[in-house]
């Protein structure tokens, strides 16, 4: 049994569902206040967005294209429990259906001295989960603190200044120096010119290469993911070619699943326990394109885990590998504090 510190998962990661109204400063409730946002339209073929305080609320980068961030003023503020839209359609059209996917890290940042480079770093250790804003200096070995204490399993890395790929290392890989590209569905690749070796409790190492280190004045955002039991969970599984499809245990029923085929090419897919909410009605998202959520009857949330429920390639063709990033709706069974009783068994 998974037993878990984090009682309220909704309290450090949740799934908003909304429609636009085209008005300015409409607050959106999540339950929390939130510190990295990542906005979809459900139902038209858009860019996602993606806003955290640390690069500036203002401020957006799109993971489905290599694009620099842009300053459009997307979101205008947090709450305490939430955040408020502006007058954008790309997030706040009128009768739009949007998607939102929201993590508590912990405000704006600070100073982090723990790598050759000093880095601005929004650490929530109790989740796992840090914001990493740090500049190039295009050195191999270069080192940057992340601030969560423990070893992250996952590093998702895009250069702000410059159109790069969104460069990602995964636990699930198998090496530091194999990584995937978020923005894109190429397989697994090798190259230690972006990450020089796996990280440790207080760094990541970074290569020259130009997506996580180029040259001084290049300003790049990481969003660092340690496993916490009983709330994340990152790995890999292969696939078997049967709708019968493979079960992965996660110790939680999930909230957010992100899948890739790392073995060949495929796109990301993302699903959630909010849009549609039910198992064979789960739809897909691509991170790494505009295109409008669909393709139901593929992955089924369960109490302990997730099961591939169709016999898609891109999700569990026969042999391959992919690699997921799993997050909680409710813990298997919840720990009521530091004596170790399980409080809640569910």
């Not at 038209?44 to 993606?50: E, F, I, K, R, W």
């Not at 969104?166 to 397989?187: C, F, M, Q, R």
């Not at 992965?248 to 326990?273: A, H, Q």
């Not at 849009?275 to 897909?284: P, S, W």
Request: glycine content about 14%; proline content about 2%.
């Amino acid at each position: 049994m998974a037993y878990s510190s984090i009682v309220k998962p909704s309290d450090y990661f949740n799934t908003l569902l909304y429609t636009g109204n085209a008005t300015g400063s409409t607050a959106r409730t999540v339950g929390f206040d939130p510190d990295w946002i990542w906005v979809k339209n459900r139902g038209g073929a858009d860019n996602h967005y993606l806003m955290d305080k640390v690069r500036g609320l203002d401020w957006n980068l799109e993971t489905n294209n290599s694009d620099a961030q842009a300053r459009d003023y997307l979101i205008s503020g947090t709450t305490s429990t939430g955040w408020t839209s502006s007058n954008s359609g790309e997030i706040n059209a009128n009768n739009g259906t949007f998607v939102a996917w929201n993590w508590k890290a912990n405000g704006a940042g600070s100073s982090n001295t723990d790598g050759t480079i000093t880095s601005t770093v929004s650490a929530n250790t109790t989740a796992g989960f840090s914001i990493v804003k740090y500049v190039g200096n295009s050195t191999a070995g270069a080192t940057v603190g992340h601030g969560l204490g423990v070893a992250p399993k996952v590093i998702i890395i895009k250069q702000t200044t410059g159109s790069t790929n969104w460069t990602v290392y995964h636990i699930g890989l198998g090496s530091s120096a194999k990584y995937l590209y978020l923005d894109a569905t190429n397989a697994v690749a090798t190259d230690n010119g972006n990450f020089d070796n796996v990280p440790t409790s207080s760094t990541f190492l970074l290569g020259s290469n130009s997506g996580v280190n180029a040259s001084s004045g290049s300003t790049y955002i990481a969003y660092c993911f340690a496993e916490k039991k009983g709330y994340s969970k990152f790995g890999s599984y292969t696939g078997n070619g049967n709708a019968d499809g493979t079960f992965v245990y996660t110790g939680f029923k999930p909230s957010l699943v992100i899948c890739k085929k790392s073995s060949s090419t495929g796109d990301w897919e993302l699903y959630d326990n909010k849009r549609n909410g039910y198992n064979g009605g789960n739809v897909r998202v691509y991170p790494n394109a505009s295109d409008a959520e669909g393709g139901t009857g593929r992955l089924s949330l369960l109490s302990n885990g997730f099961k591939i429920t169709n016999s898609s390639g891109n999700l569990n063709g026969s042999g391959d590998t992919f690699i997921y990033m799993a997050f909680a709706a409710e813990p298997l069974v919840a720990n009521s504090g530091s004596n170790g009783v399980p409080a809640t068994a569910r």
